[in-house]
T-cell receptor
Framework: GQQLNQSPQSMFIQEGEDVSMNCTSS?????WLWYKQDPGEGPVLLIA?????ELTSNGRLTAQFGITRKDSFLNISASIPSDVGIYFC???????????FGTGTRLKVLA | DAGVIQSPRHEVTEMGQEVTLRCKPI?????LFWYRQTMMRGLELLIY????????DSGMPEDRFSAKMPNASFSTLKIQPSEPRDSAVYFC??????????????FGNGTRLTVT
């Protein structure tokens, strides 16, 4: 099935550092979602974006809906060990409730 | 509020056996999705329903897979006969159209299927 390009695939960072990841699509979306998945659990919603240019924060997390509507970004400030996990983006085209998922960014935080 | 509930959490079965995975969506949600997650292929959409009717089953791998939604609060994904390559984590997710597209997808905790 179709997947979004998500990068980086994985990253090791030091505790306290900021983290950035992004997703790109060849087509326009009207909704972007960002999820975090811990081992043995289902993806948990972090941030939902519904308008081009929208910038939304959830604690130390900030996500943006790209102006072109073909990309989205997630930033994590001052990372902590519990930020470890896999982060997924998901996008949805207009007129459908079918979400397409990115390939995931595996984040590891070194204390 | 209860989230999406899936059962069982883990299923181990032998090749050739029938497997049934179950899902209860969030109450009031009219869309239900079945996803499969593997290391190699990531999260793949298998099928989704709207108001209990299958809308898109193009992701269902083959005829061995079938899904039903007999009512608004219950769905099953069946694999018959199962094969080792079906081993994966299967997720159910739901959302509502009541907010005109402004409601995100909510996932259950998945069923980890191992076929030996």
């Amino acid at each position: 099935g179709q997947q979004l390009n998500q990068s980086p695939q994985s990253m090791f960072i030091q505790e306290g550092e900021d983290v950035s990841m992004n997703c790109t699509s060849s087509s326009i979306f009207n909704t972007w979602l960002w999820y975090k998945q811990d081992p043995g659990e289902g993806p948990v919603l972090l941030i939902a974006l519904y308008k081009a240019g929208e910038l939304t924060s959830n604690g130390r997390l900030t996500a943006q809906f790209g102006i072109t509507r073909k990309d989205s970004f997630l930033n994590i400030s001052a990372s902590i060990p519990s930020d470890v996990g896999i982060y997924f983006c998901a996008g949805r085209h207009s007129g459908t409730y079918k979400y397409i998922f990115g390939t995931g960014t595996r984040l590891k935080v070194l204390a | 509020d209860a989230g999406v509930i899936q059962s069982p959490r883990h299923e181990v079965t032998e090749m050739g056996q029938e497997v049934t995975l179950r899902c209860k969506p969030i109450s009031g949600h009219d869309y239900l999705f079945w996803y499969r997650q593997t290391m190699m292929r990531g999260l793949e959409l298998l099928i989704y329903f709207n108001n209990n009717v299958p809308i898109d089953d193009s992701g269902m791998p083959e005829d061995r897979f079938s899904a039903k939604m007999p009512n608004a609060s219950f769905s099953t994904l069946k694999i018959q006969p199962s094969e080792p390559r079906d081993s994966a984590v299967y997720f159910c997710a739901s959302t509502t159209s009541a907010l005109g597209g402004g409601s995100p997808l909510h996932f259950g905790n998945g069923t980890r299927l191992t076929v030996t």
